[in-house]
């Protein structure tokens, strides 16, 4: 089994078994004792040294989204637990996104192809697509499976992160990133 063989067998086994965790807030690693106040991240320094291609295969770094609410996803095309869950990024971004927020969800795949060939497939519309081809966005998180999942408030700080799938659009998820896109937004 070739290297990238053996990664991807090691990453399916640890999404398989967080997946098993998953549920609601389950899985979750918070910052705080607060979660869903603006002081979370306080003293936590942006995130760094990420860069991802988009879809027209232009290199981003997570910096060009600063002043955002995201939901940072670390997914595969061939992660079972991680196909699961993208339906409910792509209505959590059809429904939240804009201006004050966005959905990354960054494919560990190393073609943009087979993402979108995926989200075709899988009707995905609203999710723009993302790969992770230098592998730099799993090695700067510490990724230690997939789905990872962070929410990032406007500033670049990680303010929680999840590892396993989960319903992404659920009221629990969804309120709580409305209260920080609205912090935000005051003067």
Avoid at 14 to 23: E, M, S, Y
Avoid at 56 to 71: H, N, S
Avoid at 110 to 120: G, H, I, W
Avoid at 159 to 184: C, Q, T
């Amino acid at each position: 089994m070739s290297a990238f063989g053996s990664r991807r067998l090691l990453l399916s086994g640890l999404a398989a078994a967080a997946g098993l965790a998953a549920g609601g807030f389950a899985g979750m690693t918070l910052l705080s004792d607060t979660p869903g106040t603006p002081e979370t991240a306080a003293g936590r320094a942006p995130l760094r040294g990420m860069h991802f291609l988009d879809g027209k295969e232009r290199m981003l770094a997570l910096e060009d989204f600063r002043g955002r609410v995201l939901l940072l996803n670390l997914w595969a095309t061939w992660c079972a637990p991680c196909r699961k869950e993208m339906p409910a990024l792509d209505r959590l971004q059809k429904a939240l996104g804009g201006l004050g927020f966005e959905v990354v969800a960054v494919s560990l795949d190393r073609d943009l192809q087979s993402v979108r060939e995926f989200y075709r497939q899988s009707g995905i519309r609203y999710l723009a697509p993302y790969i992770d081809a230098a592998g730099e966005v799993a090695a700067a998180l510490g990724s230690i499976g997939i789905p990872t999942t962070l929410l990032v408030d406007r500033q670049g700080r990680e303010r929680w992160r999840k590892v396993g799938p989960a319903e992404w659009d659920a009221p629990s998820y969804a309120d709580e990133i409305r209260r920080l896109v609205a912090a935000g937004a005051k003067p």
